[in-house]
Each structure stands twice: as C-alpha cells, then as structure tokens.
C-alpha cells in the first residue's frame, strides 16, 4: 500500500515537471522568437536555455513550427480569459469597453513577447500541416483567432444595441480596432524609447474614437 502510495507519488511528480519543462521551452521561444524572429532563432538555443539537449525537445514539441502554433494559441487564449474577465465584471459597455482598452495594455514582458510574435507569425496559421500535431495545433490557434473576432464583434454590436456607439459594420469596425491594436507589436519593443504607459496614453484614446465612443463619456 505504502509502496503504491510512493509510485502515485512519483509519478504525479514526473508529470508535473514535464508541464514545467514545457512551460519553460514556451517561455524561452517565445522570448526568442519575439526578440530576433522566427525564422531566426534556433531550436538549439531554446534547448540550451532551459538546459535540455536538442532532440529532447521533440518529446514535448513536433517542430519548432509546433512549438510556435501553441505560442500562438496560448497567446489567443490569454485574450480570450481577459475579456471575459473584464467584460464579465464590468457593470455597463462603457466602463467595460474602457477597461478592456486599458487591459490590452497591461502586459508584462514576457507578455508582449507573445504578441509580437503573434503578430509577425500569424500568417502562417493560414497554410495546412501534414504532420497530425502541427495541423492540430495550428487549427486550434486558427479557431481562438475566430472567437476573439467573434467575441469582440459581438460586444461591439452591444453597444450599438445600448446606443453607446454609432451603428456601423460590426466585421469592418471589429477589423479596424484590433488591427489598429496590434500594430503596436509590429514595432514597440520593451527596451524602446517608449514606455507601455505612454504608448497606452497615445492609443487608447484613438481606439475609443475608432468604436466612436466619445472621449467624454469615456471619462464620466
């Protein structure tokens, strides 16, 4: 009984510390991919980082390419938490809308490593894999794509319901206001010349006014 206790034991051990090795090959590609590419980075140094050799990975990851597509989902999956966190606890569209704003902003570094590179990446979600594990992956990152669109037109449309913002093509506005959002992370960079604060400050005010919501209302 003791024995089998001691074995349970071990191996809810071993699986814990292979979750944790994998979170730390995510955490050190992202951070990779984010800071020099992609195409760039080598898988060999993501092993080193976390003190792995480099066929090791494979019993975690496919491919780098498969490492990349759960980079992606995490990503996607963050997103999604958030917004449903905020929207869920805010008491009317405008506080909600306005912290949602903020929200997208409120990143740690790791974070907006994470979105740079989903940024730089997503393209290649739209090419079909062979491999069973890569295709899974990357339909699972093409599918949270569609729900945060989905999630964010149906908010917006919300609004409009609410009269809170102008009627408009919930698709064309919704495509408007993030892509207006992750142009940040095609160029900011955590050790810029900017601070996530100002580039908050210049930003978020322009995506209320993309929605149409009025700068007044947004600080009542």
């Given at each position: 009984?003791?024995?089998a206790?001691?074995?349970k034991t071990?191996?809810?051990?071993?699986?814990?510390?292979?979750?944790?090795?994998?979170?730390?090959?995510?955490?050190?590609?992202?951070?990779h991919?984010?800071?020099?590419?992609?195409?760039d980075?080598?898988?060999?140094?993501?092993?080193a980082d976390?003190?792995?050799g480099?066929t090791?990975?494979?019993?975690?990851?496919e491919s780098?390419?498969?490492?990349l597509?759960e980079i992606?989902?995490?990503?996607?999956?963050?997103?999604s938490?958030q917004f449903?966190?905020?929207?869920?606890?805010s008491?009317?569209?405008e506080?909600g809308?306005v912290?949602?704003?903020?929200?997208?902003?409120d990143?740690?570094e790791?974070?907006?490593?994470?979105?740079?590179?989903l940024?730089?990446?997503?393209g290649r979600l739209g090419?079909?894999?062979?491999?069973?594990r890569?295709?899974e992956a990357r339909?699972?990152a093409?599918?949270?794509?569609?729900e945060?669109?989905m999630?964010w037109?149906?908010y917006l449309s919300r609004?409009?319901a609410?009269?809170?913002?102008?009627?408009a093509n919930?698709?064309?506005l919704t495509?408007?206001?993030?892509?207006?959002y992750?142009s940040?992370?095609?160029?900011?960079?955590?050790r810029?010349?900017?601070s996530?604060t100002?580039?908050?400050?210049?930003?978020?005010p322009?995506?209320?006014?993309v929605?149409?919501f009025?700068?007044v209302?947004?600080?009542a």
């Amino acid at each position: 009984m003791a024995r089998a206790a001691k074995a349970k034991t071990n191996k809810s051990a071993v699986g814990t510390s292979s979750r944790s090795k994998r979170d730390d090959i995510l955490a050190s590609a992202a951070e990779h991919f984010g800071r020099q590419g992609y195409e760039d980075t080598k898988w060999a140094d993501i092993a080193a980082d976390v003190g792995v050799g480099s066929t090791a990975l494979y019993h975690y990851f496919e491919s780098k390419l498969h490492c990349l597509f759960e980079i992606l989902s995490d990503t996607l999956e963050w997103f999604s938490v958030q917004f449903d966190e905020v929207t869920q606890s805010s008491g009317s569209f405008e506080e909600g809308l306005v912290a949602l704003m903020h929200a997208n902003f409120d990143l740690t570094e790791a974070q907006v490593s994470r979105c740079r590179v989903l940024v730089a990446e997503q393209g290649r979600l739209g090419q079909p894999r062979k491999t069973d594990r890569e295709e899974e992956a990357r339909q699972r990152a093409r599918a949270l794509v569609r729900e945060r669109e989905m999630a964010w037109s149906n908010y917006l449309s919300r609004g409009m319901a609410t009269g809170a913002i102008p009627e408009a093509n919930t698709q064309l506005l919704t495509r408007a206001l993030l892509g207006l959002y992750t142009s940040v992370w095609h160029w900011y960079h955590p050790r810029g010349t900017l601070s996530l604060t100002e580039v908050e400050a210049f930003y978020v005010p322009r995506m209320l006014a993309v929605v149409g919501f009025e700068p007044v209302a947004a600080s009542a």
